[in-house]
């Protein structure tokens, strides 16, 4: 196989070949694996700071102003905050968690927005005393708590709005469908927006939709889009409040395997804001609000690479194997909550002739516990270092301790240098929370 069958966009860009061996700038990915345990997850700032630049490109296209908050719940750390707030980014986060993560990591409480359908009354009351940048409300109920609320100054509010759209993705990740559990329908929105006004401590200043994770067909994204600017002129005609921030959300898709469309990320964001811009223009006209894109996924995705070190392997009568790795459902559980695919390389011989097809399975109690269905691999050995592709998003924030398995360590190679941005868990950490009343 040539490196030009290689398919480069599911990997970080520092990655290249070097005598047919994997490589992330100057480091061998075997070597690299060895040196740092598996299984572990390495980031690449470059490709993070590629992804922010297709969104700003694509904001480029809003003729009103634009800011892009990541969603944290894809993966995040202090560190990853860190990095993410120096770069002029917002966050979303969803609860008193990544509150406190993106608070302690840098982040400026005016950038952080709080989503979530069952906020705690405690997150309320502490986003409100932060001075955060919106509570994005859900529902009538969680308004209520907010009416209650006794803030040092006025609460930013947005609305997050059931738009009742079916999104072409896996059933768990749909959020905007009549029958969700997300959102308000517009006319409960509505409702919300006249309740809002008659408020002193609370103000109405976005409006939100999200309708789901994994999107490649933007006509659903574009309709939701609509179904917020609608909303956005009937509350200016009622005189209930100025929509200053628009946020349409996440979801763009990210390939995983060279079978998934491979759009480039600049392009999706780009054809996303123009027919925001344009729907904006049709239908409300006057100055521009500010435009909130919410990515996780797109934003981290494919900085991300899992790697691991090949243990047991089975070969079964047809010839295929079962190949058995040190980490697995307990580090991604993404194969075997929606089946999702992905590919991987052996990091010694990347692009070697396929001797066959092979099922990468992890070390837990579970038959459900794989990492990949079926991929096709060369000659492997027992110590190999197995190398998963686009894994920065979803697997550790999803990650557990089943099994009693110590979640990974976590990397970043920035510039050429490998630096650490979560260390492993050890079995202290894991001990930590027993209490021994019980006798
Ligand atoms: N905004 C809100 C309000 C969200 O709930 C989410 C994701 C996003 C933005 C970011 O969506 P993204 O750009 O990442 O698609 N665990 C699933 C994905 C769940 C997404 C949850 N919400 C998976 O691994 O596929």
């Known amino acids: 196989m040539r490196t030009s069958h290689f398919p480069r966009h599911l990997w970080p860009l520092s990655t290249h070949f070097y005598r047919r061996r994997l490589f992330l700038d100057s480091h061998d990915l075997t070597v690299l694996g060895r040196r740092l345990g598996t299984p572990v997850y390495l980031y690449d700032a470059a490709t993070i700071d590629h992804a922010i630049a297709a969104y700003r490109h694509g904001l480029g296209v809003w003729p009103g102003p634009g800011l892009i908050t990541y969603a944290s719940k894809a993966w995040l750390s202090r560190p990853l905050a860190h990095l993410l707030a120096r770069r002029g980014l917002g966050l979303d986060v969803a609860s008193q ?55 040092p100054a006025p609460v930013a509010l947005w609305l997050r709005i059931n738009p009742d759209l079916l999104a072409p993705t896996h059933a768990y990740r749909q959020t905007g469908h009549h029958g969700s559990k997300f959102g308000m329908a517009v006319e409960e929105a509505l409702a919300a927006a006249r309740r809002i006004a008659a408020i002193p401590h609370l103000r109405l200043t976005g409006l939100h ?14 309709a939701s889009i609509d179904r917020l600017i609608e909303l956005a002129v009937r509350i200016e005609q009622e005189g209930l409040g100025t929509i200053e921030a628009l946020s349409p959300g996440g979801g763009l898709g990210t390939p995983y395997t060279p079978a998934d469309p491979a759009v480039p990320l600049h392009r999706l964001a780009a054809r996303l804001c123009a027919h925001a811009a344009e729907s904006w223009q049709r239908q409300h006209g006057g100055p521009h609000p500010t435009l909130i894109l919410e990515p996780g996924r797109s934003l981290i995705a494919r900085s991300g690479v899992a790697l ?20 697995g459902m307990s580090d991604n559980i993404r194969p075997a909550l929606y089946g999702a695919r992905y590919t991987a390389v052996l990091a010694r011989d990347p692009l070697g002739d396929a001797i066959g097809p092979a099922k990468i399975v ?70 930590r929370r027993d209490v021994f009343a019980v006798n």
């Open 308 to 327: 691991y070190t090949v243990g047991a392997i089975r070969v079964l009568s047809d010839g295929s194997r079962i190949i058995a790795v040190d980490g």
């Open 362 to 431: 992890g070390p837990l109690c579970e038959s459900g516990d794989y990492l990949i269905e079926q991929v096709h691999l060369p000659e492997v050995r027992p110590g190999d270092v197995l190398i998963i592709p686009v894994s920065g998003a979803y697997h550790l924030s999803m990650a557990s301790n089943y099994n009693g398995v110590l979640r990974p360590a976590v990397f970043l190679h920035q510039r050429g240098r490998i630096l650490p941005m979560q260390r492993r868990e050890t079995l202290d950490d894991l001990m």
């Open 209 to 222: 939709v999200h309708i789901g994770s994994q999107i490649f067909e933007l006509d659903p994204l574009a």
């Open 97 to 151: 968690g990544e509150l406190e993560i993106a608070s302690r990591g840098g982040f400026d409480a005016g950038l952080l927005h709080v989503h979530g359908n069952n906020k705690r009354v405690e997150l309320l009351q502490r986003a409100a005393e932060a001075g955060v940048g919106a509570i994005v409300v859900d529902n009538l109920y969680e308004l209520s708590l907010l009416e209650r609320l006794n803030p």
